[in-house]
C-alpha cells in the first residue's frame, strides 16, 4: 500500500482520475452535441430561406400568369370597342365596352402593383408596372376618362423609368382638358 502511495496513485487518486475523465467525456460529448445542434439549426434555417425562396418564385410565377391573362382580356376588350366604333354600334354598346376596357387596364395596373409590391427593387416588376401605368393613361386619355388618365401618367412618372414618357402623356391629358373647358 505504501507503494501506492508513493506512486500517487491511491484509492481517492484514482476516484479523481476517473471522476475528471468522466467530465471530461461529458464536455467532448456535450461540445460536440452542441455543435451538432448549431449545425442542424444552420441547415434549418438555410432550408427556411429556400423555401420561402422558392414560395416567393411561385407568387411570382402567379402573378405574372394572373398579368397575362389580364393583358390578354384588355387587349380582346380593345379589339371589341374598335370592332364597335367601326361597326357604327349604338352609343350605349361602345361606352358599356369602354367601361370594361378601362376596368380591365386597371384590374393590370393592380396585378403589376402587387408584384412591384412584393419587391420594389425588381427593375422587371417596375417596368411592367409603368407600362400599365401608362397602358391606362392611355387607354382613358382615348376614351375621354381624363381623371383616370391623369393618375394612370402620374403613377408612371412616380416609378422613374421614363419620365418623359410619363410628362408627354400628362401633357396629352392636359391639351385634352384644355380642349374640354374651349369647346
Known sequence: ?????SSGRGPGMIIVTILVGI??????????????FVLARKRMEEQREMMIAAEREMMTAMMEAEREVLVAKLEALR???ERAIEEEAAPDRIAATEAELV????????S???????????????????????EV???CLEIGDLGTARRGFERALGL???????????????????EAQDG
Open 1 to 5: 500500500m505504501s507503494e501506492e502511495r
Open 23 to 36: 467530465v471530461l467525456l461529458v464536455s467532448c460529448v456535450g461540445g460536440g452535441a452542441f455543435a451538432l
Open 79 to 81: 379589339a371589341e370597342r
Open 103 to 110: 376596368a380591365a387596364a386597371l384590374r393590370v395596373l393592380e
Open 112 to 134: 403589376c402593383e402587387r408584384r412591384h409590391d412584393e419587391d420594389p427593387d425588381d427593375l422587371d416588376a417596375r417596368a411592367r408596372l409603368f407600362g400599365a401605368a401608362m
Open 137 to 139: 393613361g392611355n387607354t
Open 160 to 178: 422613374g423609368v421614363d419620365d418623359a414618357t410619363a410628362r408627354a402623356g400628362l401633357m396629352r391629358v392636359e391639351a385634352a382638358e384644355a
